[in-house]
């Protein structure tokens, strides 16, 4: 065989391989991405637990210990909010709302403000640092954001143009990992964070979901996230729970989410002369007051509050007040700006509520707490197949998914009565108009350097 021909046999051989490469890049990209996430929640997880229970530690190991939270929770109130603001700009809060704006966004630079590998790792920091210092905050609103900001990165280094797709799919995988709830992260990408059905999307959420859940159960195995429970409605006293826990934690539900859009509002007005001193008193008073709920609460509203909506699935009733002393606990940790979820502390609540429920009218605890946090879950974000879904992966009580439809439904079109905006949508709506405040303050910027060269 000629030397020249040999050559150019070569030479087609690896354009033929660079060619493949280029057109396998993007998916092997994806794909590492989409294990990152599952990997990176599981061990989130660990870190907000090992965190929790270094809190209550500190706070139980002596005689007066149990007033350090008067100390601790509003110091790492403050230092979670300063950092928020100097290092990791808009980290603050779930998360959820950064992902749906960034979606909304078209400037590739706008969308980085908002989800980046640099906020995924502040975001982490900070709402451990949160649960140390006692916060009632979650991780799994968090965990939305840092897969949203994996997804955006992987769509920068694959070279892939599907943005919007990618942050859909971080996102679902984000949750489904997180919760260990692989539907929950379909529904909640189509009902919540795009709020329609993306034909063009759901390869890549499907794509994502898979491999996250499949890193997240190599590392922790299979599991319902209260555990396997099989309660149901055997009697008039719990078929009423159908309706009481749908309308109450529906109502519940949109007064909370209502009252945060509300005064969300009225302090970012009060905080704009100086908008990092005032944040940070606001920070430090809301640690204060969370702090003084917690001990009067005998500890039961610091940190997620799994421990007791747990509890309550099981059977085990909670004190009659403790769902208000969460609802409480959770809006001041929200208001506070310092980063951190409201997922798992509203089951919390819910649970709370149904117990108290059960309790006073005689019926089963684990039913109601179920209900109740299926009803109030639903009025908060207004998503009731992604209300329904996540209650029902998390339980695996196959015995009530239709009174958990049904409470899902009328948690809902209660909450839509009382408030007609949902809560993550609002607040993404603050993140949107931000980042066109900055994008638009660097070229005023730009434009006038332009003269001096």
């Known amino acids: 065989m000629p030397p020249l021909y040999r050559k150019s046999k070569l030479l087609r051989r690896s354009r033929v391989f660079r060619g493949s490469f280029s057109l396998w890049r993007p998916r092997l990209v994806f794909w590492c991405g989409a294990l990152a996430i599952g990997l990176i929640s599981v061990a989130f997880a660990e870190l907000a637990d090992i965190s929790q229970k270094a809190f209550a530690a500190v706070t139980t190991s002596g005689r007066w210990s149990f007033l350090l939270p008067l100390v601790i929770t509003p110091a790492g109130f403050v230092l979670s909010a300063y950092l928020a603001a100097k290092l990791f ?69 694959g070279g892939m143009a599907q943005a919007r797709g990618l942050i859909l799919a971080g996102s679902a995988a984000g949750i489904a990992a997180a919760f260990n709830t692989p539907l929950a992260g379909i529904v909640f990408a189509i009902e919540e964070m795009s709020r329609t059905y993306e034909s063009r999307s759901n390869g890549l ?3 994502a979901v898979i491999l996250s859940g499949l890193a997240a159960l190599g590392l922790s195995g299979s599991y319902n996230y209260f555990g396997s429970t099989s309660v149901a409605p055997m009697n008039m006293a719990d078929w009423s729970l159908v309706l009481i826990c749908g309308v109450g934690g529906g109502a519940l539900g949109a ?31 809301c640690g204060l007051a969370i702090a003084v709920i917690g001990i009067a609460s005998g500890g039961n509203t610091f940190g997620t509050g799994y421990e007791q909506a747990r509890g309550a699935v099981e ?36 649970a709370g509520f149904g117990s108290t429920i059960g309790t006073l009218i005689g019926s089963s605890i684990a039913l109601s707490a179920i209900l109740g946090m299926t009803g109030y879950f639903a009025g908060v974000v207004q998503a009731p197949m992604t209300a329904f879904v996540i209650i029902f992966e998390m339980t695996g009580d196959h015995e009530a998914m239709i009174p958990i439809m049904a409470v899902s ?27 066109i405040r900055a994008r638009r303050a660097a070229e005023k910027a730009s434009h006038q350097e332009e003269p001096a060269h």
């Open 205 to 207: 959420v499907l794509t």
């Open 89 to 157: 700009p808009n980290s603050q809060g779930s998360g959820i709302p950064q992902a749906i704006a960034a979606r909304h966004l078209h400037d590739e630079a706008d969308r980085t403000r908002l989800l980046s590998l640099r906020i995924a790792g502040g975001k982490i920091l900070l709402t451990v640092l949160g649960l140390f210092s006692g916060a009632s905050i979650g991780r799994e609103g968090p965990t939305v954001q840092v897969g949203a900001s994996i997804m955006l990165a992987v769509a920068r280094f």
């Open 409 to 435: 439904m009328i948690g809902y079109v209660t909450s839509r009565f009382l408030s007609r905006e949902p809560l993550y949508h609002g607040l993404s709506r603050v993140f949107i108009a931000a980042a």
């Open 255 to 285: 007064g909370f989410s209502g009252l945060a859009l509300h005064i969300g509002q009225r302090v970012r007005r009060w905080a704009q002369p100086q908008p990092l001193k005032r944040m940070l008193c606001l920070a430090g008073g």
């Open 315 to 350: 059977g085990q009733a909670l004190p009659l007040f403790f769902f208000a002393e969460k609802l409480l606990a959770s809006f001041l940790s929200m208001m506070s700006g310092i980063p951190g979820g409201i997922f798992a502390p509203s089951l919390a609540v819910g």
